[in-house]
């Protein structure tokens, strides 16, 4: 099979956002506790945190971090995690059915994200609370000195720029659940009052928490028509698996995900074009990624109230790194809109980094297209042609076989592309004639592996890491093969 690229340096999408790279902590299993925070681990720093985690965070290259859910968020009390430690109180987490110490609040996330070097998007609990307490945490985060939860915080205001307005509030299973007038006017009424408090801020609307609730679109439409003028994002959240053992299907995760960010798109232009607004609403894609969603589905609810229990901790394959490159073309292609992004979650739960309070933490195997599509996309997003064949799944129609986006800078120009033939490798070419300057091949990487199923594990971390691939200039052709179910960086 053979596939080809057009690629031109003047037909730009919009320059690569760096908050495409974004991730998600949430207080949830072992992703906080166990995960980033575990004080009696031997990596662990005066403030407890593990510092081999810390090390992974930095080298996947992660810009931005969701805090704190999720939907824990939406029956959290931000102040019961300020202050002493020792007199923070243990409450329940309703849905999650676990404890929640407050060991780590709110300073210690921050402190955490300072070291790791990350941007910090605040999730609001606009479930079991409103506009007082959105107003109060805010205070205490962002208001300089002089005010009562400013000095309480004692310590230089955060600057925290992006908050969302709640967590999938379209959800029936959300504490605090509500319909999309209820949520629309909730959401318009906490954001105006922020603004009154602070104008600049970057404020996300809930969207729809896949593209399959019942409420799709009509809940887009009706909470933009509340909140329009107010907001800046909405929401999106899409995780993928395969169903059923279809993996023809599941490889081509990324067309549902193209599917529903342009219906998104084109949802809220049409609330903006009945507004006669000529302000576009962006789109933040804050929970995104493969999660085996049906197996925590079929589990029975726990019994106990555990503090830090092991919940949804996926162990990922070859295939499902593939399909996350390929999620992570779908986000770049879209990055006129999708402007921030966050894969779910950072460690332990559905995470690209895995850690044990008796081991070393390790790199799973979607670790790496992130890691090098975070590091590797600089520059510009070019709109790309793709010719190629395509091939049948149950799900999705006819999908092309091969998928692929470039990023360009005057000293880079990197093409990430994925081939999910099942059976057969794809010879792909794209021409650099369009290109100004001379051209050599660069250091490029391949994720590959005659075995699907292949894992990272504490036993054999490195057992699927990316490989060199060779790529073939033929004058100003650029020649490259990807081997069945792949996914490449080709850099030049
Ligand atoms: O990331 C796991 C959960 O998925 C989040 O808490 C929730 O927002 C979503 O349903």
Redesign the pocket.
């Known amino acids: 099979r053979s596939a080809s690229l057009t690629l031109d340096p003047a037909r730009t999408v919009a320059p690569v956002s760096r908050r495409t790279f974004g991730s998600?902590v949430?207080h949830?299993g072992r992703c906080v506790y166990g995960g980033i925070y575990e004080p009696s681990h031997p990596t662990a720093d005066a403030d407890g945190f593990r510092q081999d985690v810390l090390s992974l965070v930095r080298e996947m290259g992660v810009s931005l971090v969701r805090y704190p859910?999720?939907?824990?968020v939406s029956g959290y009390r931000w102040e019961d995690g300020i202050g002493p430690v020792a007199d923070r109180p243990v409450r329940r987490d309703l849905?999650w059915h676990s404890l929640e110490t407050n060991e780590v609040g709110v300073d210690e996330f921050m402190r955490w994200a300072d070291k790791a070097g990350v941007e910090v998007m605040y999730a609001l609990n606009l479930g079991t609370r409103g506009v007082s307490e959105a107003l109060d945490v805010h205070e205490y985060l962002n208001q300089p000195e002089g005010t009562f939860l400013a000095d309480r915080r004692g310590r230089k205001p955060y600057g925290i720029s992006m908050f969302c307005l709640g967590?999938?509030m379209d959800?029936p299973w959300q504490t605090g659940h509500k319909t999309a007038h209820e949520y629309g006017r909730l959401a318009a009424e906490t954001a105006r009052a922020l603004r009154s408090a602070e104008p600049s801020l970057e404020l996300i609307a809930c969207g729809s928490?896949s593209s399959s609730m019942p409420t799709f679109g009509h809940w887009e439409s009706t909470v933009l028509e509340l909140a329009y003028d107010t907001v800046d994002y909405i929401s999106a959240?899409a995780?993928y698996e395969p169903v059923d053992g279809d993996m023809a299907s599941f490889l081509a995760s990324a067309v549902d995900m193209d599917h529903f960010v342009d219906s998104v798109i084109a949802t809220a232009d049409s609330v903006g074009a009945r507004l006669k607004s000529a302000k576009r609403i962006k789109i933040s894609l804050d929970?995104w990624n493969v999660?085996y969603l049906s197996r925590f589905q079929s589990a029975p609810t726990p019994s106990e109230w555990e503090v830090a229990p092991r919940v949804?901790e996926d162990c990922y394959n070859v295939a499902d790194a593939v399909v996350v490159g390929s999620l992570l073309i779908s986000l770049l292609r879209h990055s006129d809109r999708v402007t921030a992004a966050c894969q779910?979650?950072l460690v332990n739960?559905?995470a690209p980094i895995r850690a044990e309070s008796t081991g070393p933490a390790w790199r799973q195997t979607t670790f790496h297209p992130f890691a090098l599509t975070s590091r590797l996309a600089q520059g510009s997003v070019l709109d790309v042609d793709i010719a190629s064949p395509t091939y049948a799944t149950t799900r999705f129609g006819e999908v092309p076989v091969l998928d692929a986006v470039a990023t360009y800078d005057s000293a880079s120009l990197t093409v990430f592309a994925v081939n999910r033939s099942q059976d057969e490798p794809t010879e792909l070419t794209f021409s650099l004639a369009p290109f100004p300057g001379t051209w050599q091949p660069a250091d490029s990487w391949l994720l590959s592996d005659a075995d699907l199923t292949a894992t990272n594990t504490q036993e054999a971390p490195d057992r699927v890491v990316p490989q060199p691939l060779t790529i073939e200039l033929d004058g100003e052709t650029v020649r490259v093969s990807l081997p069945a179910v792949s996914w490449a960086a080709i850099r030049l």
């Open positions: 998600f949430e949830m859910g999720g939907n824990f849905a967590n999938e959800g928490s959240h995780y929970e999660w949804i779910a979650q739960v559905i």
